[in-house]
């Protein structure tokens, strides 16, 4: 199959094939026709977006077992006590559609997407590379989940190492640390570490952070709580951080308090300080990481509260971190959208469309997958952040006029 050979799907996702690489968003539980599957039904509602899940990797020649990422985003919003209940009855559909081994996966709590009545939504990495190519990375000092599941914590093909979301609990299933903010972040970060050691790497070949923390409603404890789990984690990263995103969510296992999730190229941390000095592959505040194809773009907050002007201000910010690396956007794979507005609340589907419109005017009519979701709060109150992945060289073979959609 030719890297820039262009599939069609009539299904509600966007897809984009990079080689080997294939990068899903935005899979809601709709149909073709774009009704809403399921109504009021998280089972429903899961069979849905995980047979678009399927259309979408079968699209691109891949299969269930490609997986190495996947990310599900999913609102509950009844009595704490019963959350991880709900969360199992979610994830036993899951398990009649994930592969063993499955992929690393993060599953966390949010506020909405951008369609009204949509309970669940999933974006997801996968990789075209044969089982002998693959390393599966199960940590003997790890945690584990509520129920038997087939999810892996970390996967490794070639130098890239994904890591699934990290929690504190123990083997089963249960938060530990209860009410200890630093205590838990310690826990993730070692959970964490373990993964990147049966890899061959460690933190300081990390190329991105995502961190979810405890929001519950209360803006000024919710930073507070952001502040000290950043603290621990340049305390034992080191002041120079990869690319970090973070967005305030509920958490899956009452007590907990925060899930990071990462990515990393073995043998980064041998190069760092020579990229570092020539300053070739780093963009300002380390916002952006270059590791050969591969971008990574942290979080870009909107200056403006009005949805509108923050959807225009965080593509155009987004434009320039590419470019600060030598990128264009037409090397975009896939962008989160964490919307924490009460206009997106109010009518979701609005957010969805001013985001579209201002990605179109930088990338025209061909987009590259995006993720939407409305969170509990984002990072000193801003209305809305961006963050992105890019895979560039490969897609330069391609006509920029053009660039591939699956």
Same mark, same amino acid.
């Given at each position: ?166 929690? #504190? *609990? ?9 009410? /200890?903010?630093?205590? !838990?972040?310690?826990?993730? =970060? +070692? ?109 870009? #907050? *909107? ?9 225009? /201000?965080?593509?155009? !910010?987004?434009?320039?971190? =590419? +470019? ?83």
């Amino acid at each position: 199959m030719s890297d820039c050979a262009p599939l069609v799907s009539p299904y509600p996702f966007q897809s984009r094939r990079f080689g080997e690489q294939l990068f899903i968003g935005g899979v809601l539980p709709i149909n073709p026709e774009g009704t809403l599957r399921g109504a009021g039904d998280i089972e429903a509602q899961t069979h849905a977006v995980f047979r678009n899940l399927q259309v979408a990797l079968k699209s691109a020649g891949l299969e269930m077992s490609d997986l190495v990422r996947l990310n599900t985003y999913y609102v509950f919003e009844g009595d704490e006590s019963e959350a991880t209940l709900y969360w199992e009855r979610m994830t036993r559909v899951r398990l009649q559609y994930l592969p063993n081994p499955g992929p690393a996966a993060t599953a966390v709590r949010v506020r909405g997407m951008g369609r009204s009545g949509a309970l669940i939504q999933l974006e997801a990495e996968a990789f075209a590379a044969p089982a002998a190519q693959r390393q599966r990375i199960m940590p003997s000092r790890s945690w584990d989940w509520s129920i038997p599941v087939p999810l892996s914590q970390g996967w490794k093909i070639g130098s890239q190492v994904w890591v699934g979301g990290q929690v #504190s *609990a123990d083997m089963a299933g249960k938060a530990v640390s209860i009410g /200890d903010l630093p205590g !838990q972040t310690h826990n993730v =970060l +070692e959970h964490i570490r373990h993964v990147l050691l049966d890899a061959g790497a460690g933190f300081a070949d990390l190329t991105q952070l995502k961190v979810c923390y405890l929001h519950d409603g209360d803006a000024h404890a919710a930073e507070q709580r952001l502040q000290e789990i950043m603290k621990v984690i340049r305390d034992i990263c080191g002041e120079t951080l990869p690319p970090v995103t973070a967005f305030g969510i509920s958490l899956l296992y009452e007590g907990l308090l925060l899930e990071i999730d990462a990515t990393a190229q073995v043998g980064l941390a041998s190069k760092a300080l020579q990229t570092r000095a020539s300053n070739c592959n780093w963009a300002t505040e380390h916002q952006v990481l270059r590791t050969g194809s591969r971008i990574q773009i942290a979080s870009l #907050s *909107a200056r403006y509260k009005a949805l509108e002007p923050a959807c225009e /201000d965080v593509v155009n !910010q987004l434009a320039l971190k =590419l +470019e600060a690396v030598g990128s264009s956007p037409t090397a975009l794979a896939h962008l989160h959208v964490f919307i924490a507005d009460d206009e997106a609340n109010d009518v979701p589907e609005h957010a969805m469309s001013l985001f579209a419109a201002a990605l179109r005017r930088l990338c025209g009519e061909s987009l590259p997958p995006f993720t939407l979701v409305r969170v509990n709060g984002l990072p000193r109150g801003v209305p809305l952040q961006v963050d992105a992945v890019a895979v560039d060289l490969v897609i330069h073979s391609c006509s920029p006029e053009t660039p591939p959609t699956y």
